[in-house]
């Protein structure tokens, strides 16, 4: 079977990760059979599907049209051979219980036709197992995606045992299909990837409290702001669910040993039944106040514990081939949200502290899962993960360099998962591509994009920046950006920027310093940082009031609001909109039309109109300083705390 002769989808199981493929796979244009055992159940996933898709239409996500058809793709079944007389591949979503799934694996074996691939979604059982009590075990594969599906990028795509090469690759074909990235599991390993980082991630944090080694808030604390990751450890748990996090573990101490044996105090939440958001409580109550988690109570020996765990977990599975490196990282960037993988983060740390740090806790405690394993100690011994590698031939992480066409540039910012915002490293990385642009004569124009569609940069990590916040680094922050983005300003050559979806803050501030703007119709724009207690601190408070007027941008400024394309484009900020699926390849023309100008006049054209400025330079140290004052100020910690809330930010201007 080959991709185009897939037609139609059999999802087994109408709960949340079913209705939620269910959607992707109707998205992309498949005929949708949704299956589960009762008719109420079944209705409600359809239901469910319904809703995400209006909601989607609602935000110009997708067309009325689109949702329209994907609606009319779906049909609701509870009659199993009705369900799946004609499938070409089904994929299965019910409870994660091996017993259960293998007993609807032989009835789904014999009521599918012989040519029918099935594919499980399991987030942890074994992938061989389940292939086995079928006839087709070649036919086979893990096809694990993340919740909410329709929003996470990452699949992960398992080879079992018997699993055929034409069935990975053609699996792996349909997630693309879906507008999923899949990243290849090559061994049936318990957890996969991802959450073989993320559960004993979770685990150790419980033995950490557990242990009286440290507290929740200083885990969560050192995990959110210190790691930089998206939640804490003990929040994560929470969103995930502490009986799915446990159920994942037992399966791993059985299959594994002793290194993965569920804390107590998991356990003990579990038997409480504190299972986390959906039960209202877990290790934060829900009904009280929520997750509340310090800025600044983290810990370095607690970073080192819980960045070691991680970096054991990624060399166990170069170790076993499960995956390389490269993958492993991606995986867990996207499926876990982190702004680097687990193996890039340890190689900064460095592997031989690491090491060191497991050895201690194996000393102090005896415990397994301290005990350091062959792949990592094999990785520290080659200067880490990805071998020490001379700076020269380091890939860029935060954004990507491609060449579209003969004359044409372009620098992708590509985190997409954290809607592209931007970090030190990000700046770091633009900044170093926009010399490699600048000193290659074969490029004459440069366009700037954001990866996926949801933000073309949503400024900046704001989290992160608060973790660490102190006015002398502020200031620093603050001119780097002003010199990046500035950079970018004083390029020889045109620059377009691409804009499709949120451009808020130091996105925004990005874009104004490309000479020319094309946005899709659903981009939205904005300069929010008084809602945080700061002000625009790389370059908006002196570079948009020569695109738009003084007056304008103090408006946007001031009142914070967000602003759509059409309105920008009528303030004189956006020089075209352009439909949502048009962008590609209208800002593309721009950039080609430009690089085939006059470089000699359209550098000079460029001095002069920087020349013909105020003194800009001035204003920029004024910014700098203030952003500095303003980041150590208990405005700023008032404002990030209730970014993800509902709540105003109380500011009391100091």
Known sequence: MELDDIDTITVLGAGTMGHGIAEVAALAGYNVRLRDIEEEIVQDGYDQIEWS???????????????????????????????????????????????????????????????????????????????????????????????????????????????????????????????????????????????????????????????????????????????????????LGDQVGNDVTLHVLDYMHEVLGDAYEPCPLLQRKVDDEELGKKTDKGFYDYENGGVDIPMDAGREDVENRLLAIMANEAGKLVQKDVAPVEDIDEAVKLGGGFPDGPAKMADKAGLDSLVETLEEAHDETGHGRYEPSEGLEAAAEDGGFYGGSDEETVSFDTIRVEYPSENVGQVVLDRPQQMNTVTPELLDEFGAALDELEADDDVRAVLVTGAGDRAFCAGADAVGMAGSANPIDAIELSRHGQQTWGKLEELSMPVVAGIDGYTLGGGMEMATCADMRVATERSTFGQPEHNLGILPGWGGTQRLKHLIGESRAKEVIFTCDHYDAETMADYGFVNEVVDNDELEEQALGLAEDLAAGPPLAQEYTKKAFLAGRDDTEAGLEVEAQAFGHLIGSEDFLEGVSKMQSDEDPEFEGK
């Open 53 to 235: 898709l209006n909601k989607l239409a609602e935000k110009e996500i997708i067309s009325e049209e689109d949702r329209d058809a994907a609606v009319e793709s779906v049909t609701p079944v509870v009659d199993l051979e009705e369900a799946v007389d004609d499938a070409d591949v089904v994929i299965e979503a019910i409870i994660e219980n091996m017993d259960i799934k293998q007993d609807v694996y032989q009835e789904l074996d014999a009521a599918a036709p012989d040519r029918t691939i099935f594919a499980s979604n399991t987030s942890s059982l074994s992938i061989t197992e389940l292939s086995e009590v079928t006839d087709r075990p070649e036919q086979f594969c893990g096809m694990h995606f993340f919740n909410p599906p329709v929003q996470m990028d990452l699949v992960e795509v398992i080879n079992g045992k018997h699993t055929s090469q034409e069935t990975t690759d053609l699996i792996a074909e349909l997630a693309e299909a879906m507008g999923k990235s899949p990243v290849h599991v090559r061994k049936d390993e318990p957890g996969f990837i991802v959450n073989r980082i993320l559960v004993p991630l979770m685990n150790e944090a419980c033995w950490l409290v557990d242990s009286d080694v440290a507290t929740i808030e200083e885990v969560d604390s050192t995990t959110k702001y210190d790691l930089n990751l998206p939640m804490g450890a003990f929040e």
